[in-house]
């Protein structure tokens, strides 16, 4: 009996076990597949020669999909027609006319990013196919890295074009595709195997529009000096700069309502603006906006439908005319338009003056007596202070100086106390702000030690590299190579040391030219950042190299 009750209970253990042992979990589905396909086999296989096939097949280790076939595959040397690529599953299939194929020559299917998986998108990177119609692989190659010229850094999906030198001239970059290309990987290195023994121009390009040739409008450009020679000069660095135009013109003009216009050109414009009605002039104001460096906003009054401009070009030596069209009447602002104060974060520079910036032309003839009122906070009450009221402009209005440090201040507008040049008024508005103070300040001490002696720019830029101070230095030779720089009232911070090797002594960074074979200025960036803290003085010995790379 006994034996029988253990065998039950056994028996009724192991159902409990199995049972929970068999409850259903949830599926995770895994980790996500990041790998890209790999090439498993080709027929005919990598590196044949003397190829005569008509079509080349090409199995991966997973199903694959073609992107952008059209703006990816490229065939070197270029081919007068496209070959024809469709998939199947894992094998994609390449058919093209044989009787276009050159002798003795080896081709490179570059196919750029096209090949992805099915699944994931995970694009099999720079992947070429290569052969030869005669008896050898041409084994020269370049490799080398592409960096930003203003900054140092890696650059990548930027496009390297090798221009046989004897068959191509200085214009080819603009008109035509490459004989040879590549593109960088993420450290901005690439490398371009099985080239002939030729000579050959190389270019970097960012090629934003994808038509493998050089706009240089909206793209920036790397270049070597002198043609190359393979297979001697085999590692190149590129310094990958924009371009400034070298006239200036009108892109477009913009009406956005009457009383203002803007003009919008290829490049900061350097120039002298009339009009051709002198009576004219007393009712436009021009101005070129800090943030709009390549817009002037035209300001104007009592202007019916269009204004002729004469449009001078100084240091061009050109003239231009234009007939500016201005919006209607009717697209007058029927309300009061926006104003600010010139206290971005809501903090006022230190040492700054207080200005109010309207958008539109205002009455500047019209009093302020009153119903404008600027307070801060003094201990427990709150001091007024007194305006020192100006007009800069037609539409900037200077309010106060020298105001009082780290104190939280209201200015107060009451209603109707300006007027703008069409008889609108303005509603009441409240704005707040703090001063900035010396003691939220601190100082940075450069010790530099160069190792030439040149003109320079030293560069102090903040996490989003905008230039906060800077000051120019210049070595002659009979001085040291050693100098201190002392930033003071630096914004507490993260900060990078750029230095300029300043060229052309005209204290700013210049981009280069490809026409005139001329590189931007070198810089060097020192590899540490400074931190800056308030009422703090960090001093940093920097060793100035040539033109280092990160």
Not at 61 to 81: A, M
Not at 111 to 123: H, K, L, R, V, Y
Not at 424 to 439: G, Y
Not at 495 to 517: A, C, F, I, Q
């Amino acid at each position: 009996m006994l034996r029988y009750l253990f065998c039950i209970i056994t028996v009724l253990l192991f159902s409990l076990l199995f049972h929970n042992c068999a409850q259903m979990s949830p599926l995770t589905g895994g980790e996500r597949d990041r790998q890209a396909p790999r090439l498993v086999s080709a027929l005919p296989p990598l590196y044949t020669t003397g190829f005569v096939n008509k079509s080349i097949l090409l199995k991966f280790d997973e199903y694959i999909q073609l992107k952008d076939l059209n703006s990816n595959l490229v065939v070197l040397p270029k081919l007068k027609t496209l070959p024809e690529a469709e998939v199947n599953g894992k094998t994609l299939k390449i058919t093209l006319d044989t009787s276009e194929l050159q002798k003795n020559t080896t081709y490179r299917f570059y196919f750029g990013q096209a090949i992805t998986d099915m699944n994931e998108g995970n694009p099999l990177n720079n992947f070429e196919y290569v052969f030869s119609t005669g008896s050898f692989i041409d084994s020269s190659s370049v490799k080398g890295r592409v960096l930003n010229a203003l900054n140092n850094q890696a650059l990548d999906n930027i496009l390297i074009g090798l221009y046989e030198d004897g068959l191509s001239t200085d214009s080819t970059v603009f008109k035509e595709g490459p004989n040879y290309l590549s593109k960088t990987d993420g450290s901005g290195r690439f490398n371009i195997k099985h080239l002939p023994a030729k000579a050959f121009k190389a270019y970097a390009i960012d090629d934003v529009n994808k038509n493998l040739s050089y706009d240089p409008d909206a793209e920036r450009i790397g270049f070597q000096n002198t043609a190359i020679q393979l297979p001697a000069d085999s590692v190149l660095e590129f310094k990958l700069f924009k371009e400034v135009p070298a006239r200036t013109y009108v892109k477009k003009t913009v009406a956005p309502y009457y009383g203002l216009s803007m003009i919008v050109f290829n490049k900061k414009p350097k120039l002298l603006l009339q009009t051709y009605s002198p009576e004219q002039e007393n009712h436009l104001y021009v101005q070129n906006s800090a943030g709009l460096g390549d817009t002037l906003l035209l300001y104007y009054r009592n202007m019916e439908d269009s204004l002729k401009l004469l449009l001078n070009y100084v240091e061009e030596g050109k003239k231009d005319t234009l007939l500016l069209s201005l919006a209607k009447k009717s697209l007058r602002k029927k309300k009061f338009g926006y104003l600010r104060l010139n206290t971005p974060g809501n903090t006022l520079t230190l040492n700054s003056a207080l200005k109010l910036t309207f958008i539109t032309w205002m009455d500047t003839a019209k009093p302020i007596t009153g119903g404008l009122h600027l307070k801060y906070k003094s201990d427990t009450t709150m001091a007024e202070v007194p305006l020192q009221l100006r007009w800069l402009n037609v539409h900037e209005l200077q309010l106060a100086q020298g105001l009082p440090e780290g104190k939280q201040f209201q200015l107060k507008l009451d209603t109707s106390v300006f007027t703008d040049a069409f008889y609108n008024t303005n509603d009441s508005v409240s704005f707040r702000f703090t001063t900035q103070s010396k003691n939220e300040l601190g100082k940075a001490v450069l010790k530099l030690q160069f190792y030439k002696k040149e003109h320079y720019l030293v560069q102090l830029l903040n996490e989003q590299q905008a230039v906060v101070k800077e000051q120019s230095l210049f070595l002659s030779l009979s001085s040291s190579n050693s100098k201190t720089i002392e930033f003071t009232d630096v914004p507490a911070g993260i900060y990078t040391v750029r230095v300029v090797y300043d060229l052309n002594k005209n204290e700013v960074w210049d981009s280069g030219s490809l026409l005139k074979k001329k590189q931007a200025e070198p810089v060097f960036i020192h590899p540490k950042t400074i931190k800056v803290l308030s009422d703090w003085e960090i001093e940093e010995e920097i060793q100035v190299k040539e033109q280092n790379g990160q």
